[in-house]
């Protein structure tokens, strides 16, 4: 994913209130990607590893928001999360991708996550 980075932002807009961002594509696209699915679909060496049997499964970050996203030269963006995770840069062709194919990525995530046992919801630990 995010090879292909013939496509280029013309805006990309946060909405807080909604946890979404919305990106407006040169080709007149545009997608609006929830800030969970930006989390659980980081490209980072961490969270995807670097062969396809190193990925992580992210799960309980329903409730993640974007703290800061700024820009990386002329081709991607980096995003700070509010669960402190803020290694992922996401290239114009990851985020194509990730808005193009969102319907089958998300549906694949929700099946992963319920073939693990995992949640979106995270649980909180109580100290004791």
């Known amino acids: 994913m995010g090879r292909n980075d013939d496509h280029i932002p013309?805006?990309?807009?946060?909405?807080?209130?909604?946890?979404?961002?919305?990106i407006g594509w040169e080709s007149g696209e545009e997608f609006s990607y929830p800030m969970e699915y930006l989390r659980v679909g980081c490209p980072c060496a961490d969270c995807r590893g670097h062969m396809p049997s190193q990925?992580?499964?992210?799960?309980?970050?329903?409730d993640v928001t974007i703290e800061t996203m700024e820009a990386v030269g002329h081709y991607a963006i980096?995003?700070?999360?509010?669960?402190g995770h803020d290694t992922g840069v996401y290239s114009w062709?990851?985020?194509?991708?990730?808005?193009?194919?969102?319907?089958?990525?998300?549906?694949?995530?929700?099946?992963?996550?319920?073939?693990?046992?995992?949640?979106?919801?995270?649980i909180p630990i109580v100290a004791v």
């Open 10 to 22: 013309t805006e990309i807009r946060g909405i807080a209130a909604e946890r979404r961002v919305v």
């Open 93 to 122: 062709g990851t985020l194509y991708e990730l808005g193009a194919h969102q319907e089958r990525f998300w549906a694949d995530y929700l099946e992963e996550l319920k073939a693990a046992g995992k949640s979106r919801v995270s």
């Open 78 to 83: 980096k995003i700070h999360f509010s669960d």
């Open 55 to 62: 990925r992580k499964l992210i799960f309980g970050k329903r």
